[in-house]
């Protein structure tokens, strides 16, 4: 076989590998009907593979897709133009794959507000779509992060540590942790981000404190390789650290309004995870934890409102809820 022929075969293998897992998120994950109109939000960044699968799998079940491109937003959380909220409104399924996360953004409340469902996260690139986390069946995850997600709510208090040495603590009584739909929207109003496979809430404003060490992947910094050191007091990281990405996380945050809030506590459940440099899937590695700076707010549970929701992640996590260990060294103890 030729050089042209081996990579003719590896472009169609990729292609099919996508297609399936479109196919089944389409299919099973969000439950599109005949007649239903999917509004797939892309950027420029987005690797092409990826809203072709997607328009092919929606039209093969009789549904109408609608393809928006965007210019890739700034920052995470960024607000998407009015227009293209209004057709996401008007849809009855969302799907972005944007390389910059509209999730903590205005889109979130909108649709769940408009009745629409869907994906508001995804792997951009087609690594994220060709293999891990993407071909776990999400359905499995379901009763983990119901597990999970009761066990965070009905707490008072969470310490994270780590050996790379993580350790803070942070109040989340009264917070009713999100995730248990782990990938799926089957019905009006649900949204989640794909892959599935995590469960998380935003920790009492103000209670946060200790050290975070950042490692592997973080929003909008992509592939950490230096680790980021955050001195967290009173909720609000105090000081950042490290090499070139602490530097890029400062720029990326100087002058935002509340970006440094400790907006999210998140556990990883999904076996089939990468530690890989983008954070859509590394946080969702099962017993690994992410941590964010901004937004906590925008229909999440929290008060704190940012045009950034930044999330850092920690690999072999232990998590104390109470004092009682629901992740211990990376391994999940339920």
Same mark, same amino acid.
């Given at each position: 076989?030729?050089?042209?022929?081996?990579?003719?075969?590896?472009?169609?293998?990729?292609?099919?590998?996508?297609?399936?897992?479109?196919?089944?998120?389409?299919?099973?994950?969000?439950?599109?009907?005949?007649?239903?109109?999917?509004?797939?939000?892309?950027?420029?960044?987005?690797?092409?593979?990826?809203?072709?699968?997607?328009?092919?799998?929606?039209?093969?079940?009789?549904?109408?897709?609608?393809?928006?491109?965007?210019?890739?937003?700034?920052?995470? %959380?960024?607000?998407?133009? *009015?227009?293209?909220?209004?057709?996401?409104? +008007?849809?009855?399924?969302?799907?972005?794959?944007?390389?910059?996360?509209?999730? !903590?953004?205005?889109? *979130?409340?909108?649709?769940?507000?408009?009745?629409?469902?869907?994906?508001?996260?995804? /792997? /951009? !690139?087609?690594?994220?779509?060709?293999?891990?986390?993407?071909?776990?069946? =999400?359905?499995?995850?379901?009763?983990?992060?119901?597990?999970?997600?009761?066990?965070?709510?009905?707490?008072?208090?969470?310490?994270?540590?780590?050996?790379?040495?993580?350790?803070?603590?942070?109040?989340?009584?009264?917070?009713?942790?999100?995730?248990?739909?782990?990938?799926?929207?089957?019905?009006?109003?649900?949204?989640?981000?794909?892959?599935?496979?995590?469960?998380?809430?935003?920790?009492?404003?103000?209670?946060?404190?200790?050290?975070?060490?950042?490692?592997? +992947?973080?929003?909008?910094?992509?592939?950490?390789?230096?680790?980021?050191?955050?001195?967290?007091?009173?909720?609000?990281?105090?000081?950042?650290?490290?090499? *070139?990405?602490?530097? @890029?996380? @400062?720029?990326?945050?100087?002058?935002?309004?509340?970006?440094?809030?400790?907006?999210?506590?998140?556990?990883?459940?999904?076996?089939?995870?990468?530690?890989?440099?983008?954070?859509?899937?590394?946080? *969702?590695?099962?017993?690994?934890? !992410?941590?964010?700076?901004?937004?906590?707010?925008?229909?999440?549970?929290?008060?704190?409102?940012?045009?950034? !929701?930044?999330?850092?992640?920690?690999?072999?996590?232990?998590?104390?809820?109470?004092?009682?260990?629901?992740? @211990?060294? %990376?391994? @999940?103890? =339920?």
């Amino acid at each position: 076989m030729t050089n042209e022929q081996l990579s003719a075969t590896g472009t169609q293998d990729t292609a099919t590998r996508i297609a399936g897992v479109a196919r089944r998120a389409i299919g099973k994950y969000l439950a599109v009907a005949p007649g239903e109109q999917v509004v797939i939000l892309v950027d420029t960044v987005t690797s092409p593979s990826i809203p072709t699968a997607l328009v092919q799998a929606v039209s093969e079940v009789g549904a109408e897709p609608v393809l928006i491109t965007l210019n890739p937003r700034k920052t995470s %959380g960024e607000d998407l133009p *009015k227009s293209v909220l209004d057709a996401v409104c +008007a849809a009855d399924v969302v799907i972005s794959a944007c390389s910059r996360s509209p999730y !903590h953004s205005s889109l *979130k409340t909108l649709a769940q507000e408009a009745g629409t469902r869907g994906a508001l996260n995804s /792997p /951009p !690139h087609e690594s994220g779509w060709v293999d891990g986390a993407m071909h776990y069946d =999400f359905a499995e995850l379901r009763k983990p992060a119901a597990t999970l997600r009761a066990i965070l709510t009905e707490g008072t208090t969470a310490r994270v540590t780590a050996p790379n040495g993580t350790d803070v603590t942070m109040s989340i009584a009264g917070r009713k942790a999100v995730g248990w739909l782990a990938g799926m929207a089957q019905n009006p109003c649900e949204t989640m981000a794909w892959p599935g496979g995590e469960v998380s809430l935003p920790p009492v404003e103000g209670t946060t404190n200790g050290r975070v060490v950042v490692e592997v +992947a973080m929003t909008d910094i992509g592939g950490v390789r230096t680790p980021i050191e955050w001195t967290v007091e009173g909720g609000l990281v105090r000081r950042i650290e490290g090499g *070139k990405e602490a530097d @890029l996380l @400062l720029r990326t945050i100087e002058g935002v309004e509340n970006a440094r809030n400790i907006g999210e506590l998140g556990i990883g459940i999904n076996p089939g995870a990468r530690l890989v440099d983008d954070i859509t899937e590394a946080k *969702k590695r099962r017993g690994t934890a !992410h941590i964010a700076m901004g937004d906590s707010a925008n229909g999440y549970g929290g008060e704190t409102v940012c045009d950034l !929701h930044l999330d850092g992640l920690i690999p072999e996590v232990t998590i104390e809820i109470d004092g009682e260990p629901v992740v @211990l060294s %990376g391994k @999940l103890q =339920f």
